[in-house]
T-cell receptor, first 118, second 114 residues
Framework: GAVVSQHPSWVICKSGTSVKIECRSL??????MFWYRQFPKQSLMLMAT?????????EQGVEKDKFLINHASLTLSTLTVTSAHPEDSSFYIC??????????????FGPGTRLTVL | QQQVKQSPQSLIVQKGGISIINCAYE??????FPWYQQFPGKGPALLIA?????SEKKEGRFTISFNKSAKQFSLHIMDSQPGDSATYFC?????????????FGTGTQLKVEL
């Protein structure tokens, strides 16, 4: 159990376009979802924390107008990269957790989405 | 952001050997210490986790050793196998404060050679 999916697994887009990434918890309800960004051979950097039905909390230095997060239900969160530029190319990973998962503070990670902006 | 320092950055171990990865933290409020394994192009997967009320936890070939006074914890992989070759991340969280916000170490790239 505790499976998290992401869609798409990879995406290539032109500079200036917007890209939406979906994160779904398949077999449990997640009160909290997290979005991370990972550059090659680096650690995961938390971008934002989203709680179902409320606004996301962004980490320092992350532009909330550029990275739009929506957590409309207990099983779905979306990250939209608006007006993407080549420097936004990265591996984006979501995780799901929270008390509703029944697993305490354990986070379950999705498989990641590789974004390449040309 | 509170730091979690991880070493070594990379590690090469012979098949059957013991892989040891170390982490140190600063914030004494941290009370949950998980280890994640990540293969290239995949998301991290939880390996094993420990709370500060115990000094050691073992699950199969994986053992966490925890030293609360030194604010250090380590991952030991016994009988390392080529399939263990991956990047390993330690992390820390503060549950008591309603946390659920992981702080990751910098990662260790493990290669197990035949």
């Amino acid at each position: 159990g505790a499976v998290v999916s992401q869609h798409p697994s990879w995406v290539i887009c032109k500079s200036g376009t917007s890209v939406k990434i979906e994160c779904r918890s398949l077999d449990f309800q997640a009160t909290t979802m997290f979005w991370y960004r990972q550059f090659p051979k680096q650690s995961l950097m938390l971008m934002a924390t989203s709680n179902e039905g409320s606004k996301a909390t962004y980490e320092q230095g992350v532009e909330k107008d550029k990275f739009l997060i929506n957590h409309a239900s207990l099983t779905l969160s979306t990250l939209t990269v608006t007006s993407a530029h080549p420097e936004d190319s990265s591996f984006y990973i979501c995780s799901a957790g929270g008390r509703a998962s029944g697993r305490g503070n354990e986070q379950f990670f999705g498989p990641g989405t590789r974004l390449t902006v040309l | 952001q509170q730091q979690v320092k991880q070493s070594p950055q990379s590690l090469i171990v012979q098949k059957g050997g013991i892989s040891i990865i170390n982490c140190a933290y600063e914030n004494t409020a941290f009370d949950y210490f998980p280890w994640y394994q990540q293969f290239p192009g995949k998301g991290p997967a939880l390996l094993i986790a420990i709370r500060p009320d115990v000094s050691e936890k073992k699950e199969g070939r994986f053992t966490i050793s925890f030293n609360k006074s030194a604010k250090q914890f380590s991952l030991h992989i016994m009988d390392s196998q080529p399939g263990d070759s991956a990047t390993y991340f330690c992390a820390a969280d503060r549950v008591a404060g309603g946390g659920n916000k992981l702080t990751f170490g910098t990662g260790t790239q493990l290669k197990v050679e035949l």
